[in-house]
């Protein structure tokens, strides 16, 4: 069963706009959740997190949004640059750190 | 501070060997997480393990997949006989604390390839 789901495969954007990445999860246990960027050939790079006590947590460019009521987790990436291009992941956590992960959204930033 | 290595980067087998492929932690971690990243799917969590000891490995198949991380050295992910659905990409990941909300960095992978 696929307990953290991102439902959109790919998404393109223009270089200086918002890049909206989204999660769902189906698990009322997770109580953390993160999200890593991927490059081909590399390992995942930690972005940004979020405890599900909190409801949004900024990071510079990078905000994410939780709705726990919704089960639904958002990335926000602004302004975007072409260097953003990359697989994003989202993942979500319990206990011991264990991470459980969505399939990943391509995101093409056009200059 | 050299970030978690894994090695070999690219292994090549044929059906009925065995691969083993390596994962050294970042300094100061004890904990270390394998995961498996099958072609078009998302990573997916096999074995979670400290020094000496495997905490969970409710991930890892029953049968020819074994993990361990040795007091001295790095964490081995052993997979015996291989077969061509093992061909895959697998991640480790290494944190100092074994707790949620503790980052894990993750190594480049060892992707193999089972011919």
């Known amino acids: 069963d696929q307990q953290v789901k991102q439902n959109s495969p790919s998404l393109s954007v223009q270089e200086g706009r918002i890049s909206i990445l989204n999660c769902d999860y189906t698990n009322s246990m997770f109580d953390y959740f993160l999200w890593y960027k991927k490059y081909p050939a590399e390992g995942p790079t930690f972005l940004i997190s979020?405890?599900?006590?909190?409801d949004k947590n900024e990071d510079g460019r990078f905000t994410v949004f939780l709705n726990k009521s919704a089960k639904h987790l958002s990335l926000h990436i602004v302004p975007s640059q072409p260097g953003d291009s990359a697989v994003y992941f989202c993942?979500?956590?319990?206990?011991?750190?264990?991470?459980?992960f969505g399939q990943g959204t391509i995101l093409t930033v056009h200059p | 501070n050299a970030g978690v290595m894994q090695n070999p980067r690219h292994l090549v087998r044929r059906r009925g060997q065995e691969a083993r492929l390596r994962c050294s932690p970042m300094k100061g971690h004890s904990h270390v997480y394998w995961y498996r990243q099958l072609p078009e799917e998302g990573l997916k969590f096999m074995v979670y393990?400290?020094?000496?000891?495997?905490?969970?490995e409710s991930g890892m198949p029953k049968e020819r997949f074994s993990a361990e991380f040795p007091k001295e050295g790095p964490s081995i992910l052993r997979i015996q006989q291989v077969v061509r659905g093992d061909s895959a990409a697998y991640f480790c990941?290494?944190?100092?604390?074994?707790?949620?909300?503790?980052?894990?960095?993750f190594g480049p992978g060892t992707r193999l390839t089972v011919l």
């Open positions: 993942a979500a956590s319990t206990s011991y750190g264990k991470l459980t």
């Open positions: 393990l400290q020094k000496e000891n495997i905490i969970d």
């Open positions: 979020i405890s599900s006590i909190k």
């Open positions: 990941a290494s944190s100092p604390r074994g707790e949620v909300g503790n980052e894990q960095f």
